[in-house]
């Protein structure tokens, strides 16, 4: 690893251990040349997931747009940040342990549905609002009956 203060090539690591996220190895380096420390962490690349569009367009899969819609569902809701990014995790494991290269958006709304239903009414009909698109009050209506059964 380059050191990043004077551009050694030859570092060397003076402690592993797992990062906050449990999914990433933290490291702390020490540069043979300067002696100045600094932390990289370590994550395993995963193949770019590509969400196929409902026009047919695709694009790759970006975690920011599904935690931006799960925070404008929760939005004065009393559901805590962390309780918000345990779902998004648990919903990015459902997907990728799917081992798929490309992906339905649909599919991944409907995930996002189901993870919400558990975490708070509310956000979840706020969400199946906007994704499901509904136009009067009668769709609202029978999604609402849908889920109080």
Do not use: H, W
């Not at 747009?65 to 779902?87: D, F």
């Not at 799917?98 to 993870?115: F, H």
């Amino acid at each position: 690893m380059k050191c990043p203060y004077c551009g050694n090539p030859d570092t060397r690591v003076i402690d592993s251990r797992p990062a906050e996220d449990k999914n990433s190895i933290r490291r702390r380096r020490s540069c043979d040349e300067c002696g100045k420390r600094f932390t990289t962490y370590e994550k395993v690349e995963t193949i770019p997931l590509i969400v196929i569009k409902k026009d047919n367009n695709r694009e790759q899969y970006d975690r920011a747009k599904i935690e931006s819609g799960i925070l404008r569902a929760c939005y004065k809701r009393p559901v805590s940040a962390a309780e918000i990014q345990k779902t998004i995790d648990a919903l990015e494991l459902e997907i990728f342990n799917r081992e798929e290269k490309e992906i339905p958006s649909s599919l991944i709304g409907e995930i996002v549905m189901d993870k919400l239903k558990e975490l708070d009414p509310v956000a979840y009909v706020r969400f199946a609002s906007v994704y499901r698109e509904f136009k009067d009050v009668n769709t609202f209506m029978t999604e609402l009956k849908e889920f109080l059964e």
